[in-house]
């Protein structure tokens, strides 16, 4: 298995002016998701935004993806591969994932978005992703082990009455686009490594309304849709562990203080 990278200083803040560019880049998006649009307009000016910052879209060309993000309506899970087909409607659900390589280094991140007035459930599962991703990061502290993420996420889902993800999981992430630590998000208490000050890595829980099998489209190979054709739900951000707690890289709305 490969080892965990603890990153430098200077690594840090390179990782970090990256994970910033990202999260601007959802930013930039969220004025483009409407009714009409589809996903591939959206990723087409996600591509330009990213080009014009000095960085590159990760996901262009890793092994073989043919777009520079990854946008996930409503039944898909993740790996949603943006389209001229795909056309965006009143009440659709969408994750826009991006992932920035900017001075070499790595930023990744993901949000939901709403198309219009969206259904009491879709509301309802979106506020639960966000929450459990929440919980997530408040485990985040040198010391606790990564298991508890995944624990504290999948009781709280449960508990709501959805199911969680575990055929795909959150990773280390700053130097390359995956590296370890695999950060699952449903596990059991006190299992996995310990977490170390300069471990840098993503939380991006996949909460779907029904069952919590992926299937992967056999076509494309990248495209993973909930079993049931249900909906499904992720946010994601990447985070920093400090010597006291944590700091969420691509957080630049201030929704998390830095312990």
């Not at 649009?37 to 935004?49: A, L, M, P, Q």
């Not at 995956?178 to 208490?189: I, K, L, N, T």
Request: include cysteine.
């Amino acid at each position: 298995m490969e080892k965990i990278i603890i990153k430098t200083p200077e690594q840090i803040e390179g990782i970090r002016k990256s994970c910033r560019l990202a999260a601007q880049t959802l930013d930039y998006a969220e004025q483009l998701v409407e009714a009409g649009v589809t996903t591939e307009f959206i990723d087409d000016k996600i591509e330009e935004f990213i080009l014009s910052h000095n960085a590159i879209p990760a996901p262009k060309g890793y092994h073989g993806f043919p777009k520079s993000s990854c946008i996930s309506p409503n039944n898909v899970i993740c790996h949603g591969i943006p389209s001229k087909d795909t056309v965006l409607k009143e009440g659709d659900i969408v994750n826009i994932d991006i992932t920035t390589i900017l001075g070499g280094f790595y930023g990744d991140t993901s949000r939901m978005f709403t198309v219009g007035n969206v259904s009491p459930l879709a509301d309802k599962l979106i506020d639960t992703t966000l929450h459990c991703l929440d919980l997530g990061i408040e485990q985040v502290v040198p010391g606790n082990r990564l298991g508890n993420i995944g624990f504290v996420i999948n009781r709280y889902a449960k508990a709501k009455g959805f199911s969680v993800v575990y055929e795909f999981c959150g990773h280390g992430v700053g130097i390359e686009f995956h590296e370890e630590p695999q950060v699952d998000h449903a596990s059991r208490r006190n299992t996995g490594p310990k977490m170390k000050q300069g471990m840098i890595f993503t939380i991006e829980p996949m909460i779907n309304q029904g069952r919590p099998k992926a299937d992967v489209d056999k076509k494309d190979g990248w495209t993973a849709r909930t079993t049931d054709n249900k909906l499904s739900a992720q946010f994601e951000h990447s985070i920093l562990v400090t010597n006291t707690g944590y700091e969420v890289l691509t957080d630049i709305h201030n929704d998390y203080p830095i312990t």
